[in-house]
């Protein structure tokens, strides 16, 4: 379209998101979005209509997450805002780059008073990068620009714009703006040097791996990293999957808080390579004023100084490159000894072992970790809601290849594993998908199996059942407090799953477990397993016999 040619704002707007290269638009419209949803019917964007904007939200920033490009959440105003604003917070807080568009009553000339209107740019700012009110459909496509270029740019996140509905609705003589070429800036080699100095000069390197580091081609060049120096390394449980945890250098994952093996490990290391290290995470290590260890913050960013964590050394700038820098500079040395965090992961490896063979029914939950680690294939994606049993999974389940668990430990949000898990059904339609889901967490988004099954995907639910807030029930004990105000009831998740079209099964023992798990992957559709299970040993495990046989070694 040339340059001065009158256009509707909407369908400058839709241009502007086709030329961004968005696929979809995931969300709840309402009357002040319908000029947008008239420009969307004729694009090629996919719209995916939801039943809770929350839900919405959640599907774009997985669809972020995944893919590293914007996806919309579109919402109106008002309450459909406000619905939205915990899917934006964990975007942010997660490092996933999001757009959320929202309505909102004509700003030149409005009959309708005060009704439904709330400052929703300013309530967004918080939780954003950038939120903005869209006054004029001639600055529509510059705004349009920023947005997606700071959601996708280093650190990814979410941003807003709110398109009033007289704007939508006016003449644009603007035209998109096309996206820019931006590469990421390379590590000084100075700084370089210096970390790989440190390194060569260290006993007991290691590498902890962050949430910053799951990235393109980052994954390769730690592989090589690795494969040259063979110095062991520890992920934290967003940067689980970065590289291969079948890896014999691998020590495990910071699950819990300290105490655990994989900590015990960390704590011998003289010189610590923190890649991606992010303290949005809960720290896989603490750091002390009199610390006699070399941390070095290998990242897009310089690091968030915090109590527990100021790195000596800090190598910023593309992580890949940076990575590849030192493998091409450094020299093994032969004095450096990681037999000490070895023993640690080994004593782990056998006392999980120990764990994960008891067959009792209600499911153990170490037992549902290997058994579902047995079920999915190396590239399968298993989608983690919040609850107790995410530190099993962070703990104890191998991922083989990045973005293979998607699990939260940024916001934490219950509900967001089912729309995880329908976004990584359209963004992998060729791959296994499992959402696991406490019951607390599955009913907070469970509405949207309709949604799941209108789509078409294949998918199953796994919902872990104890008929209460497990996470909140398991510190409760660790506490010693009274059992009180955390169990309530469930619907028969069979019948649930069944009244939306989905298909419900109910998981009997151990060995019916695992029988499920391979019929519902093999089978298409939408598949619900209603899965019993016993956290009465949580407490007795995570917060005393791990610490314990771990502090013994």
Request: proline share 5%; aromatic share 6%; glycine share 8%.
């Amino acid at each position: 379209m040339a340059e001065g040619q009158a256009i509707k704002t909407s369908d400058l707007f839709v241009q502007c998101l086709e030329a961004e290269g968005v696929e979809y638009v995931f969300g709840v419209p309402g009357e002040e979005n319908l000029d947008l949803l008239d420009s969307l019917s004729r694009s090629d964007i996919r719209l995916v209509l939801t039943r809770h904007e929350q839900g919405a939200g959640f599907m774009a920033a997985t669809y972020g997450r995944l893919t590293g490009k914007t996806a919309v959440c579109l919402t109106t105003l008002g309450p459909g805002a406000t619905n939205a604003l915990t899917a934006v917070a964990y975007a942010q807080l997660g490092g996933m780059p999001m757009l959320t568009v929202t309505g909102q009553k004509p700003i030149k000339h409005s009959k309708q008073g005060r009704f439904q209107i709330l400052d929703v740019v300013a309530m967004m700012h918080p939780v954003t990068k950038f939120a903005h009110q869209l006054a004029s459909g001639e600055t529509l496509p510059a705004r349009v620009r920023e947005a997606v270029r700071l959601a996708e740019e280093e650190r990814p996140g979410a941003t807003h714009l709110e398109l009033p509905e007289d704007i939508a609705a006016e003449e644009a003589h603007a035209t998109p703006l096309k996206a820019s070429v931006a590469r990421r800036p390379s590590a000084e080699p100075k700084a370089v040097r210096i970390a790989v100095e440190a390194v060569e000069a260290a006993k007991r390197p290691l590498l902890v791996i962050g949430a910053g580091a799951n990235r393109n081609m980052a994954s390769k060049m730690l592989g090589e990293f690795v494969d040259k120096t063979g110095i062991p390394f520890v992920t934290t449980q967003m940067g689980k999957g970065v590289l291969d945890e079948e890896r014999p250098l691998f020590l495990g994952c910071a699950a819990l808080s300290s105490g655990d093996f994989v900590h015990r490990a960390i704590e011998e290391a003289d010189c610590i390579l923190s890649i991606g290290h992010d303290v949005i995470e809960k720290p896989p290590f603490f750091m002390h004023r009199d610390d006699k260890r070399v941390v070095i913050h290998v990242s897009y960013n310089t690091a968030e100084v915090d109590p527990v964590y100021f790195p000596q050394i800090e190598v910023i700038g593309d992580i890949a490159n940076a990575i590849w820098q030192m493998k091409e500079a450094i020299t093994p040395r032969d004095d450096w000894d990681a037999s000490c965090m070895l023993r640690y992961r080994e004593a782990e490896q056998e006392h999980s072992r120990e764990l994960m063979e008891d067959r009792c029914f209600p499911i153990f939950p170490p037992f549902l970790v290997a058994a579902i680690r047995r079920a999915m294939p190396r590239e399968g994606v298993i989608c983690l809601d919040n609850g107790v049993y995410k530190l099993w999974f962070a703990r104890n389940y191998m991922a083989h290849l990045p973005n293979t668990i998607l699990l939260d430990n940024a916001l934490a949000s219950m509900g967001a594993g089912l729309p995880s898990a329908i976004a990584t059904a359209l963004v992998h339609p060729q791959r296994k998908v499992l959402a696991v889901c406490g019951d607390g967490g599955f009913m907070m988004s469970g509405q949207e199996l309709e949604t799941a099954v209108r789509l078409g995907v294949d998918l199953t639910v796994l919902i872990l059942r104890d008929d209460a807030y497990g996470m909140i029930r398991w510190k409760q004990k660790n506490m010693g407090l009274a059992d009180y105000g955390l169990t309530f009831g469930n619907p028969d998740f069979v019948d649930y799953a069944q009244s939306f079209g989905a298909h419900g099964h109910r998981v009997e023992s151990a060995e019916h477990l695992e029988q499920l798990l391979a019929q519902c992957r093999d089978a298409g559709g939408v598949h619900v397993i209603d899965c019993p299970v016993d956290y009465s040993e949580n407490d007795s495990l995570l917060n005393h016999e791990i610490k314990e046989r771990s502090a013994q070694l």
